[in-house]
C-alpha cells in the first residue's frame, strides 16, 4: 500500500490550489480516504474523508464550505482543494486511508502548502 | 464534536522506563480509540486502533487499554526511538477528532 502526494506548494493569498495523493496497492473502492492538516509547531486535525466509490463526503464541520475533497478513480488519484486559500491555510497536509472503524492505516508523506503575499 | 484530551502533554523519561499516556473522550466512545506516533518530519504511524489492538509490526512494548471515555497508552521499557509526539483519536463519530497531543523526550 503506497500513498504518495504530490510536492511543496508556495502560494499567494487568493489564490486556488489543488493538491494529490495518488493511492496504489490495494482495491481503491474498499476504504475512504482522509485528509488531516497539521500547522506549524501544531497537532493534527481531522478534515473529512471520501468514498472513492461514489465520492461521498464527510467533512467536519471546522473545515467544510473551505475545503473540497474528491477522488478520480481512473487515475487512484484523491484531491484536496481550495477556490480562495488565505494565510491560516499554511500547514502539511496529510492524505491516508482510513479503515471502516475510524483509524488511518496508511499515510502519505505530506504536501507543505506555504501562503504568503 | 468529541473532544480528545491527553495529558500530561509533555514527559521526559528515559531509556528503559515505562510510561503511560492517558487520553480522555468528551463522551463515552466505546472501544473506537486509535493511538499514532508522529516523529519530527515524518508523518504520523498508527500504533494500537480499537484501543488495545497493535498495528501489525508494531512492538508489542507499546499496550493500549480502557473503554468508554478513559484510555490509556503504556510504553514498556522505552527505546531511543520511541521518543516521539503520541495523539490519540476517537473512530466513534466524525469529525474522528484528534488529541493534542503527547511530546515524549529524552530526560
Known amino acids: 500500500v503506497q500513498l504518495v502526494q504530490s510536492g511543496a506548494e508556495v502560494k499567494m493569498p487568493g489564490e486556488s490550489l489543488k493538491i494529490a495523493c495518488k493511492v496504489s496497492?490495494?482495491?481503491?473502492?474498499?476504504?475512504?480516504i482522509g485528509w488531516v492538516r497539521q500547522m506549524p509547531g501544531q497537532g493534527l486535525e481531522w478534515m473529512g474523508i471520501?468514498?472513492?466509490?461514489?465520492?461521498?463526503?464527510t467533512y467536519s464541520p471546522s473545515f467544510q464550505g473551505q475545503v473540497t475533497l474528491s477522488v478520480d478513480r481512473s487515475t487512484s488519484t484523491a484531491f484536496l482543494q481550495w477556490s480562495s486559500l488565505k494565510a491560516s491555510d499554511t500547514a502539511m497536509y496529510y492524505c491516508?486511508?482510513?479503515?471502516?472503524?475510524?483509524?488511518?492505516?496508511?499515510w502519505g508523506q505530506g504536501t507543505r502548502v506555504t501562503v504568503s503575499s | 464534536d468529541i473532544q480528545m484530551t491527553q495529558s500530561p502533554s509533555s514527559l521526559s523519561a528515559s531509556v528503559g522506563d515505562r510510561v503511560t499516556f492517558t487520553c480522555r473522550a468528551s463522551?463515552?466512545?466505546?472501544?473506537?480509540l486509535n493511538w499514532y506516533q508522529q516523529k519530527p518530519g515524518e508523518a504520523p504511524k498508527l500504533l494500537i486502533y480499537?484501543?488495545?489492538t497493535l498495528q501489525s509490526g508494531d512492538p508489542s512494548r507499546f499496550r493500549g487499554s480502557g473503554s468508554g471515555t478513559d484510555f490509556t497508552l503504556t510504553i514498556n521499557s522505552l527505546q531511543p526511538e520511541d521518543f516521539a509526539t503520541y495523539y490519540c483519536?476517537?473512530?466513534?463519530?466524525?469529525?474522528?477528532?484528534f488529541g493534542q497531543g503527547t511530546k515524549l523526550e529524552i530526560k
Open positions: 491516508a486511508r482510513h479503515a471502516v472503524v475510524g483509524y488511518f492505516d496508511y
Open positions: 496497492g490495494y482495491s481503491l473502492n474498499s476504504f475512504w
Open positions: 471520501v468514498y472513492p466509490g461514489d465520492s461521498k463526503v
Open positions: 463522551q463515552s466512545i466505546s472501544s473506537y
Open positions: 480499537a484501543a488495545s
Open positions: 483519536q476517537q473512530g466513534y463519530s466524525t469529525p474522528h477528532t
